[in-house]
DNA sequence: CGCTGTGTTGAATGCCGTCAACGTCGGTGG
DNA sequence: CCACCGACGTTGACGGCATTCAACACAGCG
């Protein structure tokens, strides 16, 4: 009898499959952990020793250049695996991961990665297409930078923060993590100023609301027409 | 006995360390073909029924979106696989191969997969180690594209192509296949004219030297201060 | 109550995209 | 052989979008 349960993962689209005995296998070889707000949970270059899923809350996967420039390559959500280093056979991490707030996450130590995909090859191939989503991803991020206006490329940005991380209030959805401008400017490679005159603009419009680390999307439908609309108004 | 001999691709990094035995087991799964410049090797959300490692020659990968403006998202060198959807549980290509030059390759069936990573699980790692890389190095392209002018995002694009695909000539290093300025453009989020105007420049400032889909760097040194050094001049 | 992190807004500069015109190379067919 | 044509490349002029510089406002916190 592990000391986690197998409710906790067993619904998520990566364990769907698994039998009880193969969810217990994986869940007894895990810890779980707690990590506080703007914790680096792994660091960038670091040792990577472990590869991890979010149980809950949120995660900003950080690079950072030799000049001090930060870029924030993605955010993580509860259910996805992040710093599955092993799986791409790197020995350090590529990026660092940092808890936008207070987290939980089950933790593998990467001597346990063979054993795992051995006795439990979904969960291998899970984090191989977990990898192959990413990449998609990240082409398509150089792909709109290549032809997209930074008034497209934030909204595009806002609009799949609020479908992969949004949360239903009275006025709109709501970005569920605190965010800022600067963290915008630095997912969409732009400056705080140009957000912020985005931002207040899209304000005026009715298309957001603002607020102190937060941003609620109010008519994603305008806003779709602003991020796919090459020449608006 | 198969068709291929094992020194095909016995020297390379992919397949060190294997046994002959191994190796006769992967190429007699293959089957060699050769692909003529220009054709597309696979085509973008093409369902994906093979996959490929490169022999002889270069391929362009392609990502074209719904406005019909396409990127390169990289190229592909001798010994390098490509069309490794079935690696990432896709089941189409996320993007089209076109050979730049005339190629031959080896082609797998996607079926194949299972029995060649199960008896070699080394070809296996490869694979993901390979995967792993590319989404690295899609990421720094997202960094550069975020924090480096275009002058720099060329520079860094010619030497890294030099570096990959460069050959030895009594001018310089030249880039092994034929690239046109649009090309290159493509690669950095630019467009030719500017293109244009900087590989201009620097032929001007005796650091490459241009033709007809040619570029040879002749001055990389130089040519790497102004891809490293914020501000040039 | 000051300090730090965050956000807003105006003004000016400049990079680089866009538009336009022309030049050149190489292949093709008469 | 040579004229033609399309693909590729070059260069100038112009303008707009976004960065840069600057100043200020506001919130949270010790």
């Excluded at 869940?27 to 590869?51: H, M, T, V, W």
């Excluded at 051995?118 to 984090?127: D, H, L, N, T």
């Excluded at 082409?139 to 949360?167: C, I, K, N, W, Y």
Aim: one cysteine or more; proline letters at 4%; hydrophobic letters at 40%.
């Amino acid at each position: 009898m592990p000391e986690l349960d197998g409710s906790l993962i067993a619904g998520l689209p990566l364990f769907s499959g698994m039998s009880k005995k193969e969810l217990d296998f994986l869940l007894c070889r895990a810890r779980s952990a707690r990590y506080p707000k703007d914790l680096a949970i792994f660091e960038q270059d670091g040792n990577a020793d472990a590869f991890f899923l979010l149980l809950d809350g949120h995660i900003r996967v950080v690079r950072l250049n030799e000049d001090g420039e930060q870029v924030i390559a993605r955010y993580i959500n509860p259910g996805e695996l992040f710093g599955i280093a092993v799986a791409m056979g790197r020995a350090t991490y590529p990026a660092s991961a940092i808890a936008a707030v207070d987290c939980v996450a089950l933790a593998w130590p990467n001597e346990a990665w063979p054993d795992l995909t051995a006795r439990v090859p979904q969960f291998a191939s899970g984090a191989y297409r977990t990898i192959g989503e990413r990449l998609q991803e990240t082409q398509d991020q150089v792909m709109q930078m290549s032809t997209e206006q930074v008034e497209q490329r934030v909204a595009h940005t806002l609009l799949r923060l609020v479908q992969q991380s949004g949360r239903k209030t009275a006025e709109g959805i709501e970005i569920d993590f605190p965010i800022t401008r600067q963290d915008i400017a630095e997912m969409t490679g732009t400056t705080l100023h140009t957000v912020s005159r985005l931002l207040s603009a899209w304000e005026d419009m009715g298309l957001v609301r603002g607020g102190r680390q937060r941003v609620i999307v109010t008519d994603a439908h305008n806003l779709m027409l602003i991020a796919e609309h090459r020449r608006k108004r």
